[in-house]
């Protein structure tokens, strides 16, 4: 196999949220297999800057796989076509010589594009802010261990806190839906005895203010935990379900 790869990248630009974006050809050649895709934009970045063109804005942070920042759709698949895997985990040994990859940003209504392959993903800050966390009194940290909570039950709600926010499942679902973000979130916290006392507030608020973002609804075709980098399991959707009509049933408020 050889080391080093000749590319040609279709990418997305736009210069800002109002205007009209357009596919844009680069050639890149001798690009090592052993980096990792931003870091193949990175070399991008570096040539167009050395030509004084404007260079291709796109998130990343961490690079580790953890932030959830960078969000590319590569050849039509949400962080490419590594399973359980961001795009900054992404390498290019995945590609081959002479391949043609084309980079575009996420695409919904709810994620606006604001330059190139940027989008505004505040939508999902918001609906955090409608129930994704539980009220505490301020002062010291409890004792670890004061609030038994059995195994599976920590299992269950630690494989859903594992969700990084990063808004694959909306890019590839057809209808742009976000249940399975907002069902990990409702998840992780009613599953714990901490979250319990929020329990019924928490999902009516959240799924209200999804609804009011814009994102769609469930196709039931299970391609967001398939993009998901976490692997988050669809089965979360169906507990946010049981919460949902539980809460519309039974709260009190």
Not at 182 to 202: I, M, Y
Request: charged letters at 20%; a negative charge.
């Amino acid at each position: 196999m050889s080391e080093t790869l000749d590319l040609t990248l279709r990418v997305w630009r736009q210069p800002g949220a109002d205007a009209v974006g357009q596919y844009v050809e680069y050639k890149l050649t001798g690009i090592s297999t052993h980096m990792s895709f931003l870091e193949m934009l990175d070399v991008l970045n570096e040539q167009l800057h050395a030509k004084g063109e404007e260079m291709i804005a796109f998130d990343h942070d961490c690079r580790e796989g953890i932030c959830g920042m960078c969000s590319l759709m590569i050849n039509g698949q949400a962080h490419g076509p590594d399973t359980g895997t961001t795009t900054c985990q992404l390498h290019m040994r995945r590609f081959k010589n002479g391949d043609t990859i084309v980079v575009e940003p996420w695409r919904a209504q709810a994620f606006p594009v604001v330059r190139d392959l940027v989008v505004d993903r505040s939508a999902f800050d918001r609906i955090i802010e409608k129930g994704g966390y539980i009220s505490v009194s301020t002062g010291n940290a409890p004792e670890a261990n004061a609030i038994p909570v059995p195994a599976p039950v920590q299992e269950t709600a630690m494989d859903a806190a594992a969700c990084i926010g990063c808004g694959a499942c909306v890019a590839a679902c057809k209808n742009a839906s976000a249940m399975l973000f907002v069902s990990a979130k409702v998840s992780h916290l009613s599953t714990l005895p901490q979250g319990k006392p929020e329990r019924d507030s928490r999902v009516q608020n959240m799924v209200a203010q999804m609804d009011l973002e814009g994102f769609g609804n469930c196709t039931n075709t299970e391609e967001c935990s398939a993009a998901c980098p976490a692997e988050i399991s669809v089965s979360n959707i169906a507990r946010l379900n049981r919460e949902y009509m539980r809460a519309k049933l039974c709260a009190k408020e």
